[in-house]
C-alpha cells in the first residue's frame, strides 16, 4: 500500500515570494506522482506529474516538483507566486506497474491550502 | 478536452431516502471512473472503482449495499447513496480516466457534489 504526507495543512505567503508545499510518500513498489490543485468551487486539476525520465517537472504557471527518490519525497516550488495561485493542494501517488482493478487508483495526501496575500 | 460534470452540484435530503449522484464525461469516454469522498479539512478517499459494463470495485469498509455504482455508459457513472443517513453527509468527487491512447494515467476529476442529509 501507499501513503503519502503533506507536511503544512496550511501556507500562507506574500505576493512574488517563493513557496515550498512538501510531499513525502511511502511505497513498497515503483509510483508514478501527481500534483494536483484545487480552486475554490471548482474540481481537482492536475497541475504536474511524474512518470519517468527527468526527476524536475514543470507546469505551464511556473510551478516544478522534483523527485527524489532516496528522500521518497516529491515537494512541489515555485519561485514567485501570484494571488491566483490561492488554492488548495493535493500530492498524490498511483502505483506505476499496477494492473487490473488497481490501475490508475490514487492515494492522496491530506492537502495543503496555500494562501497568498497582496 | 477532458471535460468532467457532475449533477446535482449540490443536494439536501432527509435521513432514509436514497440520493443518486451523476458523473459524466463529456469529450472522452472513459471506461473506469472512480469516486471518492472528501471530509472537510481531509484529504479524498477512495470509495470505489467504477468499471463500465461490469461490478464495481469497493474500497475495503465502504458498504456496496449502501453506495450502489452503475457504470451503463462509456460516459457516465452513477453513485446512488441509499437510506442516507446524517453520517453520509459529505463532499462525493468522482473521476475518469481517459481511455485515449497515451492518456490512461490520467484522471479529471469532476467538480464534486454536496450531500447534505438531514
Known amino acids: 500500500a501507499q501513503s503519502v504526507t503533506q507536511l503544512d495543512s496550511q501556507v500562507p505567503v506574500f505576493e512574488e515570494a517563493p513557496v515550498e508545499l512538501r510531499c513525502n510518500y511511502s511505497?513498497?513498489?515503483?509510483?508514478?506522482l501527481f500534483w494536483y490543485v484545487q480552486y475554490p468551487n471548482q474540481g481537482l486539476q492536475l497541475l504536474l506529474k511524474?512518470?519517468?525520465?527527468?526527476?524536475l517537472v514543470e507546469s505551464i504557471n511556473g510551478f516544478e516538483a522534483e523527485f527524489n527518490k532516496s528522500q521518497t519525497s516529491f515537494h512541489l516550488r515555485k519561485p514567485s507566486v501570484h494571488i491566483s495561485d490561492t488554492a488548495e493542494y493535493f500530492c498524490?501517488?498511483?502505483?506505476?506497474?499496477?494492473?487490473?482493478?488497481?490501475?490508475?487508483?490514487?492515494?492522496f495526501g491530506q492537502g495543503t491550502i496555500l494562501t497568498v496575500h497582496p | 478536452g477532458a471535460v468532467v460534470s457532475q449533477h446535482p452540484s449540490w443536494v439536501i435530503c432527509k435521513s432514509g431516502t436514497s440520493v443518486k449522484i451523476e458523473c459524466r464525461s463529456l469529450?472522452?469516454?472513459?471506461?473506469?471512473m472512480f469516486w471518492y469522498r472528501q471530509f472537510p479539512k481531509q484529504s479524498l478517499m477512495l470509495m470505489a472503482t467504477?468499471?463500465?459494463?461490469?461490478?464495481?470495485?469497493?474500497e475495503q469498509g465502504v458498504e456496496k449495499d449502501k453506495f450502489l455504482i452503475n457504470h451503463a455508459s462509456l460516459t457516465l457513472s452513477t453513485l446512488t447513496v441509499t437510506s442516507a443517513h446524517p453520517e453520509d453527509s459529505s463532499f462525493y468527487i468522482c473521476?475518469?480516466?481517459?481511455?485515449?491512447?497515451?492518456?490512461?494515467?490520467?484522471?479529471?476529476f469532476g467538480p464534486g457534489t454536496r450531500l447534505t442529509v438531514t
Open positions: 473521476s475518469a480516466r481517459d481511455d485515449r491512447q497515451g492518456r490512461s494515467y490520467e484522471q479529471y
Open positions: 511524474y512518470l519517468s525520465g527527468s526527476t
Open positions: 469529450d472522452f469516454q472513459a471506461t473506469t
Open positions: 498524490a501517488v498511483s502505483r506505476s506497474n499496477a494492473g487490473g482493478t488497481s490501475y490508475g487508483k490514487l492515494t
Open positions: 511505497s513498497s513498489v515503483s509510483v508514478y
Open positions: 467504477s468499471n463500465e459494463g461490469s461490478k464495481a470495485t469497493y
